[in-house]
């Protein structure tokens, strides 16, 4: 079954998939399937949230985006200060 679905996807987004991860859950009757593919897909991305006030999003071309200018304190963050 997974190589039924990791060709599927690899044809669909021309990625090779590095990682395939399944998992089901029966009390809510949840299944979830996740493909980890070896670049980001023009357009898409995931977004990484430094800061409730910033995001790094990948460029629409898939490259990465700037970090931001200085690094965020996660001790500070969680006092609701960045820097």
Same mark, same amino acid.
């Given at each position: 079954?997974?190589?039924?679905?990791? =060709?599927?996807?690899?044809?669909?987004? /021309? $990625?090779?998939?590095?990682? #395939?991860?399944?998992?089901?859950? @029966? !009390?809510?009757?949840? =299944?979830?399937?996740?493909?980890?593919? /070896? $670049?980001?897909?023009?357009? #898409?991305?995931?977004?990484?949230? @430094? !800061?409730?006030?910033?995001?790094?999003?990948?460029?629409?071309?898939?490259?990465?985006?700037?970090?931001?200018?200085?690094p965020?304190?996660?001790?500070?963050?969680?006092?609701?200060?960045?820097?």
């Open positions: 079954m997974a190589t039924r679905y990791t =060709t599927t996807i690899e044809q669909f987004t /021309d $990625r090779k998939v590095v990682a #395939f991860i399944s998992r089901a859950h @029966v !009390d809510d009757d949840i =299944t979830m399937e996740v493909f980890l593919i /070896d $670049r980001p897909l023009n357009g #898409f991305g995931a977004v990484e949230i @430094v !800061d409730a006030n910033r995001a790094i999003r990948p460029q629409p071309d898939g490259t990465p985006a700037s970090p931001p200018r200085r965020i304190c996660p001790a500070r963050l969680a006092r609701g200060r960045s820097g």
